[in-house]
């Protein structure tokens, strides 16, 4: 069964600025659909640490998302200015400079965390 999340790929939409009340509701859901995929993320670390191994299941997860990464950046080179980017590469973004939520296309953060899991949970436990 698939988890639902709130979508953070659904949209590529820019972070709001601050200013009114509506800009200030628009970039508390911004925030809150980051927080959501970075613990997605986070549980995924834990569970393959758990199965793997700390080393072995960070490196494991970290070997699928370089080359998710790869990929992504290969398709569009302007990917840095995608939070999801980041959130899936590992690297640190500047909001000023990574404003966009969602990556464009087929590319879908939380499938690619979810799919992880799926894969891990597959796996047979360390003995």
């Known amino acids: 069964m698939k988890e639902e999340f709130s979508g953070l790929q659904k949209t590529t939409r820019e972070k709001p600025v601050p200013g009114d009340v509506a800009e200030d509701e628009a970039i508390a859901e911004w925030e809150a659909d980051v927080k959501e995929i970075e613990a997605i993320k986070t549980i995924l670390l834990r569970r393959a640490a758990k199965k793997l191994g700390t080393q072995e299941g960070a490196g494991w997860v970290r070997q699928r998302a ?62």
């Not at 995608?82 to 087929?106: C, M, N, Q, V």
């Open 66 to 127: 370089v080359a998710f990464a790869d990929q992504i950046r290969k398709d569009h080179p302007d990917c840095e200015r995608y939070f999801a980017y980041h959130l899936i590469a590992g690297s640190t973004p500047i909001r000023e400079k990574s404003p966009l939520l969602g990556l464009p296309g087929d590319y879908d953060t939380e499938k690619f965390f979810i799919e992880a899991m799926g894969e891990l949970l597959a796996m047979r436990d360390k003995s």
